[in-house]
């Protein structure tokens, strides 16, 4: 069983659309983070979430942690060719607490 | 700044060959990993160090060994190369882990293996 569902798994969009994608869990975590991944690239930390409720920007990237701490989303809006990769959600879990990843939602933003 | 720092970039092993994956990171940080990353699946956990001399299984360490010999060093050793190796492989170190709520995970490049 997954810990993190991210959906959706994949996703192709125009320049200047609007998308969201989501990480969900049926578990409660004390944060989250949303990594982004570029082709033949390793991740990049974008945001770490840590109060329910919460709401952070990123220029045009609006990260949201659910009130009940199980979900997030990300919101991007007039998405831009650069903005094209694997979109990551992260917690940290394990008996030592090691980063644990969703499978990603892979985006590609055509122009 | 180098950050975190993988070698090889690229290899190709015949079935039944060993090799040693390299990570370096230079930012003193206690806790580095070592995932692989295949279509479809995500980043897995293969092996993880919370410091320097201590080694933890991840969610699929079968046919890999690791050594945390230095603290700035994590090793992932394959000692018989089977074509289900194949994949691209990420080292990664965070400051810290546990219960702390900030820890930012700094990746490497990847290695691309390919197994024959």
């Known amino acids: 069983t997954q810990l993190l569902e991210q959906s959706p798994q994949f996703l192709s969009i125009q320049e200047g659309e609007n998308l969201t994608v989501y990480c969900n869990s049926s578990s409660v975590f004390s944060s989250l983070q949303w990594y982004r991944q570029e082709p033949g690239e390793g991740p990049v930390l974008l945001v770490t979430v840590v109060t329910g409720g919460e709401v952070k920007k990123l220029k045009r990237l609006t990260f949201q942690f659910g009130d009940a701490r199980k979900d997030s989303s990300l919101h991007i809006t007039a998405a831009q060719p650069g903005d094209t990769g694997l979109y990551l959600c992260a917690i940290l879990g394990g008996s030592q607490g090691n980063l644990i990843f969703g499978k990603g939602t892979k985006l590609s933003v055509k122009p | 700044n180098a950050g975190v720092t993988q070698t090889p970039k690229f290899r190709v092993l015949k079935t039944g060959q060993s090799m040693t994956l390299l990570c370096a990171q230079d930012?003193?940080?206690?806790?580095m990993y070592w995932y692989r990353q295949d279509p479809g699946m995500g980043l897995r956990l293969i092996h993880y160090?919370?410091?320097?001399?201590?080694?933890a299984k991840g969610e699929v360490p079968d046919g890999y060994n690791v050594s945390r010999l230095k603290k700035q060093n994590f090793l992932l050793g394959l000692e018989s190369a089977a074509p289900s190796q194949t994949s691209v492989y990420f080292c990664a170190s965070s400051y810290s882990g546990g219960t702390e709520r900030y820890t930012e995970a700094f990746f490497g490049q990847g290695t691309r293996l390919t197994v024959v």
């Open positions: 930012m003193n940080h206690e806790y």
């Open positions: 160090s919370v410091g320097e001399g201590t080694t």
